[in-house]
């Protein structure tokens, strides 16, 4: 069975950063494109970036750009997004998902929380 | 971007009666080398992650239940619940992943 978990959530102050992780197991992480996918309190679902199963091709949503970072360690199986220059707005829970083969997202984790506040 | 519009916004069903969830994209999201809709509905519970449902619009994922169908093409899109359960009382999202990824802002579907 596929699993997800996220971790590194937490309070930060306006401007800071944090570094989300998520660890993979039961598939072969490297064949996977990986998505961060985020929900801010209340609100649906935004698209935040997707990383392909090298690491080597990486998207971004207008929103983040320039201020998040997404890598993977294929050897230890986990996806990570630094958050740097965080804004109020970046408030949400942040989900990473494991991408199927017509780019929709497969596989969840149950998130982590990510808020943004002095 | 490809701006995805659902409709309803909310809607409530009696149990055992249909539930019709819409999708239009502002753009078609019909790629032609595959013929196939990059278009996807998901189910989310309060507390819980999104959870996938259909696929290439039409293609149930492993283990959902029959009464979930798909289908449309180009840019409207229909998700449909044949017999509603109590346990489908969720938000339902359509998502395009022709371009860049996004995702209708939901319909909450309740029980009448």
């Known amino acids: 069975e596929v699993q997800l978990v996220e971790s590194g959530g937490g309070l930060v102050q306006p401007g800071g950063s944090l570094r989300l992780s998520c660890a993979a197991s039961?598939?072969?992480?490297?064949?996977?494109?990986m998505n961060w996918v985020r929900q801010a309190p209340g609100k649906g679902l935004e698209w935040v970036s997707t990383?392909?199963?090298?690491?080597?091709?990486?998207y971004y949503a207008d929103s983040v750009k320039g201020r998040f970072t997404g890598s993977r360690d294929n050897s230890k199986n986990t996806l990570y997004l630094q958050m740097s220059s965080l804004r109020a707005e970046d408030t949400a829970v942040y989900y990473c998902?494991?991408?199927?083969?017509?780019?929709?997202?497969?596989?969840w984790g149950k998130g982590t929380t990510v808020t943004v506040s002095s | 971007d490809i701006v995805m519009t659902q409709s309803p916004d909310s809607l409530a069903v009696s149990l055992g009666e249909r539930a019709t969830i819409n999708c239009k994209s502002s753009?078609?999201?019909?790629?032609?080398?595959?013929?196939?809709?990059?278009l996807a509905w998901y189910q989310q519970k309060p507390g819980q992650p999104p959870k996938l449902l259909i696929y290439?619009?039409?293609t149930r994922e492993s283990g959902v239940p029959d009464r979930f169908s798909g289908s449309g093409s180009g840019t409207d899109f229909t998700l449909t619940i044949s017999r509603l359960q109590a346990e489908d009382v969720a938000v339902y999202y359509c998502?395009?992943?022709?371009?860049?990824?996004?995702f209708g802002q939901g319909t909450r579907l309740e029980i009448k």
């Open positions: 998502q395009q992943s022709y371009s860049t990824i996004t």
């Open positions: 039961g598939l072969t992480f490297s064949n996977y494109a």
């Open positions: 990383i392909s199963g090298s690491g080597g091709s990486r």
């Open positions: 290439w619009a039409s």
């Open positions: 753009q078609s999201v019909l790629y032609s080398s595959n013929n196939e809709n990059y």
């Open positions: 998902a494991k991408e199927g083969s017509s780019r929709h997202m497969d596989v």
